[in-house]
């Protein structure tokens, strides 16, 4: 693989009263009208940084009530702490009819130069081992297009249940507008479960009710990849996680707690998973 021009479709625009609405690559497989979580983590990245210029966004945790739609929302951002070093912050995401779709708070430090520092080395692979692949995606019933047609993926092995390692690059969020840096990994990010799923969605569904993702280094290019896996208990809980990082090595994690059901006897799945040669 190799460095090559962000595709061109964002996954959101900006209509004339403010509201932001979802292209084709915004949609996720669930509901015709939903946004993915991916570009929504995105967006909310975006409106944090947008109010607090002077620092760096370091951490956002972001929690789903309902589907975000595509077609129209606002996002408010509420500062709860602006110190000397550090910030705080909280992001609300509303619907047209004024419901809460989501939530976010984040964290915000300088970024400065304190010299050379010994840290832990972690060994992550490079891009050029890679090869192109096509997403393990969601065939949803609504037939529409969706996030997983509009990204571009890379993987050193073959995709399979259980842990993987797989590189994204996306479109932007906004045209015209490039993304930073945080902005930029969160699609990826909000893969950890479907990634690293241990079974199929036919025989238990794993639905992420939050999102956290930490950075300590920003990435150097548009391919981020990610080291992720997921640990799944009876109880119905799971834990998915992503080491996140680029060719220059660890830029920061991505967790998700995993809501676990197996789907009943009678019921009937309005999708189905891909196979690896479609």
Not at 136 to 142: D, E, G, N, R, V
Not at 147 to 157: I, N
Not at 231 to 244: D, M, R, S
Request: proline content about 7%; glycine content about 8%; charged content about 20%.
């Amino acid at each position: 693989m190799t460095e090559a021009e962000t595709p061109k479709t964002p996954f959101f625009y900006i209509d004339d009263d403010g509201w932001i609405l979802g292209n084709d690559g915004a949609r996720g497989p669930w509901t015709e009208n939903g946004c993915h979580g991916g570009p929504v983590a995105g967006i909310l990245a975006r409106a944090a940084e947008q109010a607090v210029p002077d620092k760096q966004l370091v951490r956002i945790t972001i929690d789903l009530f309902r589907p975000v739609p595509l077609s129209g929302f606002k996002i408010g951002y509420s500062s709860t702490h602006d110190g000397r070093n550090i910030s705080r912050g909280s992001v609300e995401l509303r619907d047209k009819k004024d419901l809460l779709c989501a939530t976010a708070s984040s964290l915000f430090m300088p970024y400065g130069d304190i010299g050379s520092i010994k840290t832990t080395t972690i060994d992550t692979p490079k891009l050029s081992t890679a090869s192109a692949f096509s997403f393990p995606k969601i065939i949803a019933s609504h037939g529409r297009p969706t996030f997983a047609d509009h990204v571009e993926l890379a993987s050193k092995d073959e995709f399979k249940n259980g842990p993987n390692t797989i590189w994204m690059k996306t479109p932007r969020l906004i045209a015209d507008e490039r993304p930073s840096g945080f902005q930029s990994m969160c699609p990826l990010a909000d893969c950890c479960n479907g990634f690293s799923r241990n079974e199929e969605v036919q025989s238990v569904s794993f639905i992420n009710p939050d999102l956290n993702i930490q950075l300590h280094r920003l990435p150097v290019s548009d391919w981020i990849g990610a080291q992720f896996s997921s640990q799944w208990e009876k109880t119905g809980v799971g834990l998915a996680t992503a080491l996140l990082f680029d060719d220059e090595g660890p830029i920061g994690a991505a967790q998700q707690i995993i809501f676990l059901r197996r789907p009943s006897k009678t019921s009937r799945a309005p999708y189905e998973i891909n196979s690896k040669d479609s």
